[in-house]
């Protein structure tokens, strides 16, 4: 065991079980109260059990945390000290509740002798995430005549089973640890070793018991649409093409591709001839990246189905879904386009086609330059092409060109995390589909943290022996973050890794246009005077980014034209900052 202290013995028994249960990541921050929880975790990482992540901010922390839970589907143990460090965790747990991400805070506190009366880094802890935690543990501080030994496992159980919602949703889970000094004392190798020795694969999620959502199979009906929101994952666009119906499905709903899916949805949701003509919709995920979903969901025409997924909360706009259910399956109709195929599955045909050939049709633009002109003996004509393919390259970078640029260098092995900007709502306007991985923090939809969870998530893809999600690919490829610079500036901290720590393949690629612009599409834009819009919402600054990832030890490459931002995607390595100036228009 442990020479003279009994924090040290419990922080491995209990860390120990969580390891047994299928932890494979820890992230801490530095702290007095916790240490005894921080050095077993660096004993864990030594036997080669965990991954470990130290890092100085805890907002940065739990958000780093919340990146390796989206990758590998299992709940990360965020350490923190007593006090301020644990309200820091406020935002990813925030994100982590309304995402439905499995997290698991770890909480040093003192002992209740030191609390009520003044003392320092001293507050009240286990009540400071409300109801937004699924699981909360107050544990009295260990003593010298010991514990019990069924206590850890019993403890760490109860929260992994929570976190991972076996009896709700997935989501945060705090165990709020008091402790005494002596606060830490020397750690059993051996033991260490032994308890990593038993541990288990995770347990599956099971059926959530509480809530009342149901799975039953409903009917294919005519002017029907699926509507993938975030998160809806693949089943979304499976039941696009067994009812039958054009699939709208966001950039980050892990539903953005097949034959059914309409990139221009907004466009069509607002024609009547297309829009106009819904009678159902099918809900899954939580759509946050459009005002035309929302508005159709309201409609009273419109019989509206939501599959609640994994997240906290039903999507439900206007309270008008006639059911809420976990899954949906096909009531007795064949799907379309198989053998024995009815004259409504023609009707579904005609429909789905309709919707994806008005939808490439709005998004087709002509080539500026064709290759054909090149494959000719005249050299005026060859001139001319190398003079227009030049010119193509020295183009200035739109939005649009951003998105689509990065959304082509990104293949099914690599990572692409969006941050909450004008951007995302850029590439879910135009990027055609594609079976990759995409994720942003859209449980919120805030600012806070974008860094820090695609480091996670670059963390838990890129290493080596890691549990990736299901149906991703297992090779570890680069993870891309794009976001804009005020989304940047928040995070900035989170640039900042630990000496020794492996640092993943990760490109941080920051649209620069000086300010707030997604501001400048709301109605507030035609309303406030220029001044103070641009004072108080469109926040403009001089930072200097190429400085900025020199000071956090970044590799920096600016990208201010399509030739650039190319070259850029295609051959930075490593921790790279690629800075893409963009027009404020």
Known sequence: MTEGSPATDFAVAVLGEFVRLGVRHIVLSPGSR?????????????????????????????????????????????????????????????????????????????PEELRGIG?????????????????????????????????????????????????????????NLAFREPLSGTIDPVLVATLGGLREAPAARESRGSTGAVTEPIRVVPDTVVIAGHAAGEEAEAAARAFGAPLLAEVSSGAHFGPNLVVAYRELLNDESFGGRVRRAVVFGHPTLSREVPRLLERDDVEVIVVRGQAGEAYNPGRRASRILET??????????????????????????????????LLDVPAKVDPADARTDDARAVSAFTKAQLAVFREPVTRRMLVETLWQKTWPH???????????????????????????????????GTIATATGIAIASQQEGGVPDAGRSGAAGITRVLLGDLAFLHDVGSLLGAPGEQAPRIQVIVGNDGGGTIFDSLEVSATASTEAFDRVLYTPHEVRIAAIAEAYGWDYLPASNRGELDEALGTASGRTVIEVPLPRE
């Open 34 to 110: 916790s240490q005894a929880l921080a050095l077993a975790a660096a004993e864990f990482e030594r036997a080669g059990l965990v991954t470990l992540a130290v890092r100085i901010d805890e907002r940065g922390a739990g958000f780093l945390g919340l990146g390796t839970a989206v990758e590998t589907g299992l709940p990360a143990l965020v350490i923190t000290t007593s006090g301020t460090a644990v309200g820091n965790l406020l935002p990813s747990v925030l994100e982590a509740h309304h995402a439905g991400v499995p997290l698991i805070l770890l909480t040093a506190d003192r």
């Open 414 to 448: 690599d990572r692409l995390v969006l941050g909450s900007s004008r951007l995302i709502r850029e590439a879910d306007r135009v990027v055609p589909g594609k079976r990759i991985s995409v994720h942003a923090n859209r449980g919120l939809a805030g600012i806070d």
């Open 119 to 175: 003392s320092n880094q001293t507050t009240d802890q286990l009540g400071m995430f409300g109801d937004f935690v699924r699981f909360a543990r107050e544990v009295e501080a260990p003593s010298t005549t010991g514990f019990d030994a069924a206590y850890p496992r019993e403890l760490a159980t109860a929260a992994f089973s929570a976190a991972l919602g076996h009896s709700d949703a997935p989501g945060p889970v705090q165990v």
């Open 328 to 361: 949906v399956t096909l009531a007795g109709e064949p799907d379309a386009g198989r053998k024995g195929a009815t004259a409504q599955d023609a009707t579904a045909r005609a429909w789905v086609g309709s919707w994806v050939a008005a939808s490439r049709a």
